[in-house]
């Protein structure tokens, strides 16, 4: 580890933790721990987006993916921008509207049941937690390449920051981590960007025809199909990409922190200039890492091509550029798993302590106290699976994540608001359903289990031939929303619809910090 | 299907309130703000769920995004890159569009002021 890497890792610890120091003056409520107090602009809540949304896997595995199949690595920078559009025009100004501090919130806005709480609150600690594995794993993993620090250490260190970051600042620290996460990831990939197209002499018909002569795959680099074989498995893959982002609870929640839905769109217009030009760059970095790191060096230094973005920047920049986005690198996960962490904790403290056993009666001292003993379960709970499943090839865990969230919160928030006839029982059997076809269907796929010994979890032959179930736990999801409605024998209540409607489209009685 | 029975949960709502909710949806100007935003938003979402599942399609089944659209580049990556343009389009016109709703959001709000704060 070079002495600049350490003193840059360090200086990005300083200054998150500065961050939290500031933060915590400001998380005195439960209302300024969940959501800062719903006091974010709309640019702010828009970066905080970006900040949450780019994950490593983002930055490091899109441009991997790239730079070793071409097109076909694209297709996620394409699917999470997209996913945005969802959530624009058809989610976030009612989540906005209905819902306080959760998911969880705004399901039960129409439907007043403890049971349509918890099976909300599990699917947001199903996917959160699935999510922080694969995220913490994934940074073990990477810092031992970055840094030559070792995976056990590495998992501790990002996850008492991370827990360091949630229970001292709440939702305020956890924003400005993750505002000042996607401020250092657009900068360092903007000049990585720059130094590759100057390279191609900044014309891009140059770079794609240098592009064809540089890898092993030659004129197919260019084309789809590098990766995924089968047609059906691909558009599942793009179907999860593009509807799992707007059931993402570490997502939706950004979403209080602004005062109105107003904001709320805003914020989600703004994510996706972010996150938009960053996923272009996502193209140059690829094919730089491609053209000037070149194919086997990338193999050779971690399979799945995670470390091409950090070989880039040491190829074009030396030790000082590898050290400056191995920082980048680092900042990006810790914003990332604060996010889930909150996230989690939300779930437990709020929606299964204060709503289901308390029923509500809980003072904001005690909200904020829970919330606090929350979050350090949760992470301790993430820190020591990931522990576990070092040697494990958990990188499935956030497709299914993803998977989850299109399946088993997305048809059932969309009911939530768009349906007069959907009652509480189809929401509880349309969330379950999403959630067990998912679960079931990856315990059987390739993901778990390949008659190769090692290269999956288990040794031997995959019952269910795809690695993608999203194409049928959608349907699956929605399905079980509509039998559990249209058979059973409560009827919908359609004053409280009608109070849902006027809420979520006019934004009365709309919970902000001030109540 | 029985709920667990407790103060705060399944409080029948004030008759009142209740139907006061039930009442202002049927308002015209209810009605007609959410035939507007219906009328945008469903062709819309269908637009651009049809736009982006175009380019898995035609990857999956067909060799036409394999053809140079302009010098090296193929139309695969042309279309990539529309689907971006399709975001910034699609949210910009969306920002614009809700200006309009919101404004008319308000008016239903401080039309029905008086019955909303009983």
């Known amino acids: 580890m070079s002495s600049l890497a350490l003193v840059l890792f360090l200086a990005i610890i300083f200054l998150t933790l500065t961050i939290t120091y500031l933060s915590a003056k400001k998380t005195k409520n439960a209302s300024e721990f969940y959501t800062a107090g719903g006091g974010l602009t709309a640019w702010q809540n828009g970066l905080a987006v970006a900040g949450d949304f780019m994950s490593a896997a983002s930055f490091l595995g899109i441009t991997g993916a790239i730079a070793l199949i071409g097109f076909d690595g694209f297709y996620m920078s394409i699917g999470n921008l997209v996913a945005f559009l969802f959530l624009l025009y058809l989610v976030s100004e009612p989540l906005r509207n209905l819902g306080k501090y959760t998911v969880a919130d705004m399901i039960t806005a129409r439907f007043h049941s403890k049971k349509v709480r918890g099976v909300a609150a599990l699917n947001t600690l199903v996917i959160s937690i699935f999510y922080m594995i694969a ?103 793009n179907l999860s990409l593009v509807l799992g982002a707007a059931g993402l609870p570490h997502l939706l929640v950004r979403f209080f922190t602004v005062k109105d839905a107003t904001t709320a769109r805003k914020s989600v217009v703004y994510s996706t200039w972010f996150i938009g030009a960053f996923f272009i760059m996502t193209i140059f970095l690829g094919f730089g890492a491609a053209a000037f790191v070149g194919f086997n060096n990338i193999v050779a230094a971690n399979p799945g091509g995670n470390m091409a973005a950090p070989l880039l920047a040491q190829t074009l920049g ?198 | 299907m029985e709920i667990m029975k407790n103060e705060k949960y399944d409080k029948p709502l004030k008759k009142k309130q209740g139907s006061l909710y039930t009442t202002l949806i049927q308002t015209g100007d209810f009605q007609e703000l959410i035939q507007k935003k219906k009328e945008f938003i469903i062709p819309m979402s269908i637009f651009f769920f049809v736009f982006y599942f175009t380019l898995p399609i035609l990857a999956a089944y067909t060799d036409i995004l394999t053809k140079q659209a302009m010098g090296h580049i193929t139309w695969a990556w042309v279309y990539a890159l529309m689907q971006f343009v399709l975001v910034w389009v699609c949210g910009y016109v969306y920002v614009k569009k809700s200006e309009k709703f919101d404004i008319s959001a308000k008016e239903i709000l401080s039309a029905y002021e008086g019955e909303l704060d009983k």
């Not at chain 1, 709440?170 to 720059?194: C, D, E, N, P, R």
């Not at chain 1, 889930?340 to 437990?348: E, W, Y």
């Open chain 1, 135 to 237: 995220q913490l794993v994934g940074a073990g993993g990477l810092i031992k390449l970055l840094l030559g620090i070792d995976f056990v250490p590495a998992v501790l260190i990002v996850g008492t920051l991370m827990t360091i970051y949630v229970i001292f600042g709440g939702m305020t620290a956890t924003s400005w981590v993750q505002i000042t996460k996607a401020v250092l990831l657009m900068a360092g990939s903007f000049v990585l960007t720059f130094i590759v197209f100057a390279k191609f002499n900044f014309n891009v018909m140059a770079m794609f025809e240098h592009i064809k002569a540089a890898t092993p795959l030659k004129d197919a680099f260019l084309d789809p199909g590098n990766k995924y074989k089968n047609g059906l498995d691909m558009i599942s893959f």
């Open chain 1, 318 to 515: 030396g030790d000082i550029l590898f050290a400056i986005v191995s920082a980048v690198a680092f900042a990006t996960i810790l914003a990332v798993v604060s996010g889930l962490v909150l996230t989690s904790a939300s779930a437990v403290a709020h929606d299964i302590y204060g709503e289901i056993i308390r029923d509500g009666k809980i003072t904001e001292k005690q909200q904020v106290r829970v919330a606090r003993i929350a979050s350090i379960m949760v992470a301790l709970i993430s820190i020591i699976l990931a522990l576990f499943s070092q040697k494990l090839n958990v990188a499935f865990l956030s497709v299914l994540a993803l998977g989850i969230a299109a399946s088993a919160n997305l048809p059932v928030i969309l009911c939530t608001i768009y349906w007069k006839r959907f009652n509480m029982t189809g929401a509880i059997t349309g969330m379950l359903v999403g959630l067990l076809s998912s679960v079931i269907l990856v315990l059987l796929s390739p993901n778990v289990w390949n008659p190769v010994p090692g290269a999956a979890i288990f040794t031997g032959d995959p019952i269910f031939h795809m690695d993608n179930p999203t194409i049928f736990t959608v349907p699956l999801g929605f399905i079980g929303a509509y039998l559990g409605t249209i058979l059973s024998t409560k009827k919908a209540d359609e004053e409280k619809f009608a109070e849902v409607l006027f809420k979520s489209n006019t934004g009365y009685g709309i919970s902000t910090a001030k109540e």
